[in-house]
């Protein structure tokens, strides 16, 4: 993001949650030979869904690597992703001003992952750049208008517009905004259009820098009002001159989903019910509400990995938007906690939470999310116990006290005996007797503890067979957290 940042001059960076990209950016930049349309895809690991989204529609991948980082897993995922759809990359090594920077190292560990540089003998370009400096920025833009010429890439702007859908969310002001990136053709204000199961009008577009714009070409993302639902990120756009006929076929695309979800459905027999009512695992419920659509996929398939054979994450629902009084209903309903991704609650959602008690967390950087989670399953689990051993002592000496009451005199031989200790009594290395003590004296005084090498006076509730040399097995019981 600071690289695209350095190439629109803009500051997008500075605006994101944790110095993270939390959903694709799709921004135009302006150079000598043209424009170049930049889809900026988010890096952590829960955003897989997006990058592979983003590999889908572009021509070209850049591929940004910190010179002082090297190769992380998320990069040789993104190198997975542009393989798969068919994209060659050109690296980009940025932060080579830092002095800590090894480029040489990130050409090697990049070559071990099958892309080997040009200058070694390879056939990937890559750049040394510096998103602080503006150094080799120039020549990274070279290099893509390098590899364009070479893939004679070309679109018919004259055919009816084809897209995707980047991004989409619900604007409190403009309604269902959709961020569509047009792969062929124009799209104009006025025309029809269908997106997955959602249809409209098109009544305005936005580019990248907020203006109005009355057409979008061929690499031209826009964001477009005018639809009437908020459609899902990876939709395909098509314009039609006719809207009522993309109402049609909307309607038809609703109703053929609708009856495969219904077919997917599975039933559960009288024996799973069985299996899920002897099983010892818990289930967390949660309700994520996102800014953005992609978000909310990522937030949702991130927290349903964490699930493990001892707690269950079950998202009940997901969607885009600020938090309702619905999604309050739908907890309570569901007795969920609600998430909220880059959202706030509307209205009266939030008083209506703390009326029937409904949790709702705000989180604005993916990792924070998932660590909250992370230790709320782990709150979830029953503590388990374990005996710690803390200490011995020796009978040397037996009182008999009124009541038929009896008191060993004893010397603690190791390690420390203390008043509220569990103890086993064991005669000729068996144990005849479990149980706590019932006091602890030192001389005459009541003692907390009493350590090796002292002498003490103990008593026991309930058992009066003891002997001289009989050993008292001092120990306790120290819960301990579990883990997922």
């Given at each position: 993001t600071s690289l695209l940042d350095a190439l629109r001059k803009s500051s997008v960076a500075g605006g994101e949650a944790g110095g993270i990209t939390q959903h694709i950016g799709a921004y135009s930049v302006k150079t000598e030979k043209g424009r170049i349309t930049f889809l900026d895809t988010p890096g952590h690991a829960a955003f897989t869904a997006m990058r592979a989204r983003g590999a889908r529609v572009t021509d070209i991948v850049v591929l940004v690597v910190a010179a002082d980082d090297g190769v992380m897993?998320?990069?040789?995922?993104?190198?997975?992703?542009?393989?798969?759809?068919?994209?060659?990359?050109?690296?980009?090594?940025?932060?080579?001003?830092?002095?800590?920077?090894?480029?040489?190292?990130?050409?090697?560990?990049?070559?071990?992952?099958?892309?080997?540089?040009?200058?070694?003998?390879?056939?990937?370009?890559?750049?040394?750049?510096?998103a602080k400096t503006g150094q080799g920025l120039d020549s990274l833009l070279d290099n893509i208008l390098l590899q364009a010429e070479v893939?004679?890439?070309?679109?018919?702007?004259?055919r009816s517009a084809r897209g995707m859908v980047i991004e989409a969310k619900l604007d409190r002001g403009r309604g269902p905004l959709a961020t569509v990136l047009v792969q062929e053709g124009t799209l104009r204000k006025g025309d029809g259009i269908i997106v997955g199961t959602a249809f409209g009008r098109v009544r305005a577009m936005l580019d990248d820098a907020g203006r109005n714009v009355a057409e979008a070409g061929?690499?031209?993302?826009?964001?477009?009002?005018?639809?009437?639902?908020?459609?899902?990120?990876?939709?395909?756009?098509?314009?039609?001159?006719?809207?009522?006929?993309?109402?049609?076929?909307?309607d038809q695309r609703r109703a053929k989903a609708a009856e495969q979800n219904r077919g997917s459905k599975a039933t559960m027999s009288l024996e799973d019910w069985a299996r899920g009512i002897n099983t010892d695992q818990q289930e967390l419920k949660l309700i994520v509400k996102a800014d953005v659509h992609g978000s909310a996929e990522a937030v949702r398939q991130a927290l349903e990995e964490l699930s493990t054979?001892?707690?269950?994450?079950?998202?009940?629902?997901?969607?885009?938007?600020?938090?309702?009084?619905?999604?309050v209903n739908l907890a309570?309903?569901?007795?969920?906690?609600?998430?909220g991704f880059n959202v706030r609650p509307a209205g009266k959602a939030r008083l209506h939470a703390q009326t029937e008690g409904i949790e709702i967390r705000h989180h604005t950087i993916i990792y924070e999310v998932l660590d909250a989670v992370r230790a709320t399953?782990?709150?979830?689990?029953?503590?388990?116990?374990?005996?710690?051993?803390?200490?011995?002592?020796?009978?040397?000496?037996?009182?008999?006290?009124?009541?038929?009451?009896?008191?060993?005199?004893?010397?603690?031989?190791?390690?420390?005996?203390?008043?509220?200790?569990?103890?086993?009594?064991?005669?000729?290395?068996?144990v005849i007797w479990e149980g706590k003590l019932d006091s602890l004296k030192r001389f005459k005084d009541d003692a907390r503890e009493v350590r090796e090498g002292l002498d003490c006076g103990v008593a026991f509730s309930g058992h009066t067979d003891l002997q001289e040399g009989d050993v008292l097995a001092a120990f306790e019981m120290k819960e301990v957290r579990a883990t997922l």
């Amino acid at each position: 993001t600071s690289l695209l940042d350095a190439l629109r001059k803009s500051s997008v960076a500075g605006g994101e949650a944790g110095g993270i990209t939390q959903h694709i950016g799709a921004y135009s930049v302006k150079t000598e030979k043209g424009r170049i349309t930049f889809l900026d895809t988010p890096g952590h690991a829960a955003f897989t869904a997006m990058r592979a989204r983003g590999a889908r529609v572009t021509d070209i991948v850049v591929l940004v690597v910190a010179a002082d980082d090297g190769v992380m897993p998320q990069t040789k995922e993104a190198i997975r992703h542009a393989r798969d759809g068919k994209c060659p990359i050109v690296v980009a090594v940025n932060k080579v001003d830092k002095p800590d920077a090894q480029p040489d190292r990130v050409r090697r560990e990049l070559s071990e992952n099958g892309l080997m540089p040009e200058e070694w003998g390879g056939d990937t370009l890559f750049c040394e750049v510096s998103a602080k400096t503006g150094q080799g920025l120039d020549s990274l833009l070279d290099n893509i208008l390098l590899q364009a010429e070479v893939l004679d890439l070309r679109a018919n702007p004259k055919r009816s517009a084809r897209g995707m859908v980047i991004e989409a969310k619900l604007d409190r002001g403009r309604g269902p905004l959709a961020t569509v990136l047009v792969q062929e053709g124009t799209l104009r204000k006025g025309d029809g259009i269908i997106v997955g199961t959602a249809f409209g009008r098109v009544r305005a577009m936005l580019d990248d820098a907020g203006r109005n714009v009355a057409e979008a070409g061929p690499s031209m993302p826009v964001a477009v009002v005018g639809l009437n639902e908020v459609p899902s990120a990876g939709d395909t756009v098509d314009a039609v001159k006719d809207a009522k006929k993309a109402q049609e076929i909307a309607d038809q695309r609703r109703a053929k989903a609708a009856e495969q979800n219904r077919g997917s459905k599975a039933t559960m027999s009288l024996e799973d019910w069985a299996r899920g009512i002897n099983t010892d695992q818990q289930e967390l419920k949660l309700i994520v509400k996102a800014d953005v659509h992609g978000s909310a996929e990522a937030v949702r398939q991130a927290l349903e990995e964490l699930s493990t054979d001892k707690v269950r994450v079950n998202v009940v629902h997901s969607a885009v938007g600020a938090v309702t009084e619905g999604d309050v209903n739908l907890a309570v309903a569901a007795k969920a906690v609600i998430i909220g991704f880059n959202v706030r609650p509307a209205g009266k959602a939030r008083l209506h939470a703390q009326t029937e008690g409904i949790e709702i967390r705000h989180h604005t950087i993916i990792y924070e999310v998932l660590d909250a989670v992370r230790a709320t399953m782990q709150g979830m689990l029953a503590p388990t116990y374990v005996e710690e051993a803390i200490g011995k002592a020796e009978v040397r000496k037996i009182f008999k006290v009124t009541k038929g009451g009896v008191v060993a005199g004893c010397m603690v031989i190791d390690g420390v005996v203390r008043r509220n200790s569990m103890i086993r009594l064991q005669r000729a290395s068996a144990v005849i007797w479990e149980g706590k003590l019932d006091s602890l004296k030192r001389f005459k005084d009541d003692a907390r503890e009493v350590r090796e090498g002292l002498d003490c006076g103990v008593a026991f509730s309930g058992h009066t067979d003891l002997q001289e040399g009989d050993v008292l097995a001092a120990f306790e019981m120290k819960e301990v957290r579990a883990t997922l």
